[in-house]
């Protein structure tokens, strides 16, 4: 890890968004640091970025902050390092493959009905405080509220059609990776991550329908791809914590990672109907979850897939780092606009 650009995670330890980032560290072997935050509001530690989005994890490689665990894993794809990338090459069915089962698993529900299957008996469900929080994190919804009969039996239908997709057709042949590679790759976290993070809850799972006993296959491939970064965990050595203080000033004292080069690309429609520019006040946030969380900043660039801009943390001096969130699932408007939200 360079030290003009180090990295830091920001995440708690049993958000299955957070692992997809870790695990993809850990199997490629790129050192990092944690800042560890609580997991409801407040986190001052995301404050003192001047960030008010409240998702985890969120990234920072130097001196540029990302938001988002896609555009995460994106960003460290082209992380430079000795070890090879996860990612399957551009143009190839393998490439479709992987960012077909990053949408499925994202966009597709697929996290939402495993949240249903979580056990009531979970202490998270006896504690009032998280279950405000994620009320105001869905915007109101009860997702982890008490749910009827109805809503389980139709999410572990859906889930179970998730574990009978993957038998039947990507790993029908046997095969000890998604994508018939070597090691697990970012097909892989895609495609594992709510699956791995529903078969560790006991109780989630009833085992008269998704089992070893149905899925045999499914099963021995999340139970593998659990031994492989185990051992990548181990190889890598322990993740030194930082505190919120000392992670802000890590950051504000790095180099950007990204080189100021892209543009607001005119012949975007988004671009033309708010007639941005660079330097133009913007408000960006996610539309899904956790809208009510604001971001407000300077506008760097802005293409079809990302939209870069510059905030000041609350630190001596107030000095400016660069936030970047993608395109997809996220609004973005002009600031002198953003009352009428």
Known sequence: MSSEQPIILYHYPFSPYARRIVWYLQLRGIPYKQCMQPPIMPRPDVSKLGIKYRRIPIMSIGRDVYLDTRLILQKLESYPTSSPRLGAAENTEQRAT???????????????????????????????????????????????????????FEALNDIRHVFELLETTLLADGRDWVLKTEGPSLADIEAVWPLHWLSGLPGALPSDQISKTQFPKVFAWIERFDKTVTAAKKKLGKVPNVSGEDAV????????????????????????????????NIVVFPLDSGSSHK??????????????????????GSPIIRVHAPRHGFRIVRKDQASRL
Do not use: C, Y
């Open 295 to 316: 971001d407000s900043g300077v506008l760097q660039s802005l293409d079809g897939k990302e939209v870069v801009f510059e905030t000041k943390t609350e630190f001596e």
């Open 98 to 152: 992987e960012r077909l089962l990053e949408r499925f698993n994202v966009d597709g529900g697929v996290f939402a009905w495993a949240a249903t299957l979580l056990p009531r008996e979970l202490p998270i469900f006896k504690d009032p405080n998280f279950l405000q929080d994620r009320a105001d994190f869905m915007n109101g919804s009860n997702m982890l509220g008490q749910k009827s009969g109805a809503a389980k």
């Open 249 to 280: 000033q890590s950051i504000v004292h790095s180099s950007f990672f990204e080189r100021t080069g892209k543009e607001v690309e005119q012949s975007e429609p988004l671009v033309k109907a708010l007639g941005l520019n660079k330097g133009d």
